[in-house]
């Protein structure tokens, strides 16, 4: 079974293929994984949601609707309390036109300036949607923790620097991919939308 990925993104890509198709998994020899980099002629999609759902169904919905192969969208927020939930659905956006992971982390810091690490919690959500002919349904992945005061590790994309899960010292980016594809808030989305693609093979 064909499954098309509604992200541009490479990260995205990889760190989805990497769970969804586990060598040792049940999806292994059933799911062959496209992306939008398949797809040219889509282009960007405009993300204009109000919440995460919205955006990850409008993406599975418009790739499904050109493509006719099942299709998987996710949109990701980072929600901090001391901000009132901000950036949230703006994540990926956050510091304007031409926003990049590195000016989104700065203008994150900013805002946190003068908080104390015990009010600087915060929690990643990821919705991703699953649309096809015989689905339309969402998996959700949930992480709590805290933002950090600087950047710290390599690894990782987006606000993974300054995210530290709970029960954790270091940040995401900060872990290899091994761990984080097992704690973080994408991987436990990702680990509902495989029950549900897991049904839909057999």
């Known amino acids: 079974m064909k499954i098309v990925l509604a992200t541009h993104n490479r990260h995205k890509v990889e760190e989805m293929k990497a769970i969804l ?16 980099e398949d797809f ?33 969208a996710d949109d990701t927020g980072l929600e901090v309390d001391a901000l009132d939930g901000r950036p949230g659905v703006y994540s990926a956006r956050y510091s304007g036109e031409g926003a990049t992971y590195l000016r989104n982390n700065q203008k994150l810091l900013k805002e946190l300036e003068g908080i104390p690490q015990k009010n600087r919690t915060a929690k990643f959500r990821c919705v ?22 600087e950047m710290h590790g390599e690894n990782g994309f987006g606000y993974d620097p300054l995210f530290i899960p709970h029960g ?29 693609l897991y049904r839909l093979t057999t």
């Open 21 to 36: 198709v586990d060598p040792l998994g049940d999806l292994k020899d059933r799911i062959e994984i496209l992306s939008l």
């Open 40 to 72: 040219p002629e889509i282009g960007e999609i405009v993300e204009d949601g109000e919440t995460l759902e919205e955006n990850a169904r409008k993406k599975a919905r418009t790739v499904f609707e050109k493509t006719s192969v099942l299709s998987l």
């Open 128 to 149: 991703i949607s699953i649309i096809g002919d015989r689905i339309d349904d969402l998996a959700i992945g949930e992480v709590k923790g805290k933002i950090g005061t």
């Open 168 to 196: 954790y010292e270091i940040t995401y980016a900060e872990m290899g991919s091994q761990v984080k594809n097992r704690v973080s808030h994408r991987s436990l989305a990702l680990e509902q939308a495989k029950k549900i």
